[in-house]
């Protein structure tokens, strides 16, 4: 069998935690595409876009050499990257509630120029845009994702793997992204992974490190899900855990198809960007940050 990656099941940390939710808002995010259009859909929330500036501040990092890494004021990069989600564009109702957000990502910022940790060292860039590696050959399975920092070990000519976190939530502990991000820094890149951490970027003593799992065993749990992703497709079976009320995964995003979102961009991955006037009762924005 000739492996063909563009007819093969791709999966990545956010598309299995959508589906590991709610299939239906699997479909919703990652599958359907609107007719008008022919394009994907996104809804965008204030938690969202903080995050998105802030990955996006800190990630530049990773590019520069790491006596320059903080030549520039990280609070103008900041001030600069939000630019483009202020206003409705970032989810935001008004302007008291953009600087909330605002006032979290500068603290953030301004917590890592104060204690930078690891960003100070070494790094590791895997140098393709998206890194994948195939997960399954036989089941034509695809395993995608973008790290966000791996630390260089010189003393043991090895990686650690961290991820910024810039929600007030802990990451579920049978969370699959740090396993997910093992498989991908192990198949992507030559240097072994020996340390995984989150940073809880919202927090003074947010750098938390996780055990380092067994490839094999993490392998086979995301490959679980991976499998029966594909089967939902081959299907085209997506059903809502809570059936026809939904559940506070895809309520909004349904929302978005009842004509109830406004469009207000089209992203760099040419999906069709929508905001809601008045979040459905009972639904936190808050909890939308993954």
């Known amino acids: 069998m000739v492996n063909d990656k563009y007819s093969a099941t791709w999966v990545s940390h956010s598309s299995i935690s959508d589906f590991l939710k709610c299939p239906r808002a699997y479909f919703l ?63 935001f109702s008004d302007k008291e509630e953009e600087e909330r957000y605002k006032d979290r ?26 890194p994948y590696f195939w997960l399954s050959e036989e089941d034509n399975i695809i395993l995608c994702g973008k790290i966000d920092w791996l630390e260089y070990l010189a003393e043991s000519e090895s990686v650690h793997i961290i991820d910024f976190k810039t929600g007030r939530r802990d990451e ?26 989150y940073w809880y970027l919202d927090r003074s003593d947010g750098f938390i ?20 992703i594909k089967l939902a497709r081959q299907l085209e079976r997506f059903k809502c855990p809570n059936g026809e009320e939904g559940c506070s995964a895809c309520r909004l995003m349904e929302a978005i198809l009842r004509g109830e979102g406004k469009l207000i961009n089209v992203d760099e991955f040419n999906r069709d960007v929508y905001i809601l006037a008045k979040p459905s009762s009972g639904d936190s924005q808050e909890s939308m940050i993954l």
Request: hydrophobic share 35%; aromatic share 6%; proline share 7%.
């Open 105 to 130: 990502g500068r603290a953030m910022l301004e917590r890592v120029v104060k204690d930078p940790g690891p960003l100070k060292n070494l790094a590791v860039k895997i140098k393709t845009d998206l």
């Open 172 to 197: 579920p502990a049978n969370s699959l992204q740090l396993p997910i991000y093992n498989l991908l820094a192990t198949s992507c890149q030559s240097y072994p992974v020996a340390k995984m951490s």
């Open 29 to 91: 995010k990652n599958v359907y595409k609107d007719p008008q259009t022919g394009h994907k859909i996104q809804l965008m929330t204030p938690p969202l876009a903080l995050g998105q500036v802030v990955h996006e501040v800190l990630e530049s990092l990773s590019l520069l050499p790491k006596d320059r890494r903080f030549n520039e004021s990280l609070i103008t990069k900041f001030e600069k990257a939000w630019q483009k989600i202020s206003g409705e564009r970032g989810g």
């Open 209 to 228: 490190e996780k055990d380092l799992l067994d490839f094999n065993k993490s392998r086979q749990k995301v490959l679980k899900v991976a499998k029966e």
